[in-house]
């Protein structure tokens, strides 16, 4: 079973950048649509971006133009790029297959902190 590690999350001010990263355990990048999910307090974990194997994205309404999902395949490594952040994008984030299967699990994701 491919594990996976979230990282590069922190507290950044309203308009700061911050990039994230999805490291896997093994190819999982090559054959799968990935994606990023973030769950905020008292809120329902949802899907923010995602790639496919083809490099092909797909970004939720309210971080497009804002977020950019990539891969290094070569690295077994998901990206995410994410600027203009908000308050309301303080979460925490997590990278996992799209859609999820019975047998995939959350790695302990990636706390990102936006400041108003």
């Known amino acids: 079973q491919v594990q996976l590690v979230e990282s590069g999350g922190g507290f950044v001010q309203a308009g700061g950048s911050l990039r994230l990263s999805c490291a896997a355990s093994g190819s999982i990048f090559s054959r799968n649509t990935m994606g990023w999910y973030r769950q905020a307090p008292g809120k329902e974990r949802e899907l923010v971006a995602s790639i496919t194997y083809v490099g092909s994205t797909n970004y939720a309404d309210a971080v497009k133009g804002r977020f950019t999902i990539s891969t290094d395949k070569a690295k077994n490594t998901l990206y995410l790029q994410m600027n203009s952040l908000k308050s309301e994008d303080t979460a925490v984030y997590y990278c996992?297959?799209?859609?999820?299967?019975?047998?995939?699990?959350w790695g302990q994701g990636t706390q990102v902190t936006v400041s108003a």
């Open positions: 996992n297959p799209v859609p999820r299967r019975a047998y995939d699990i």
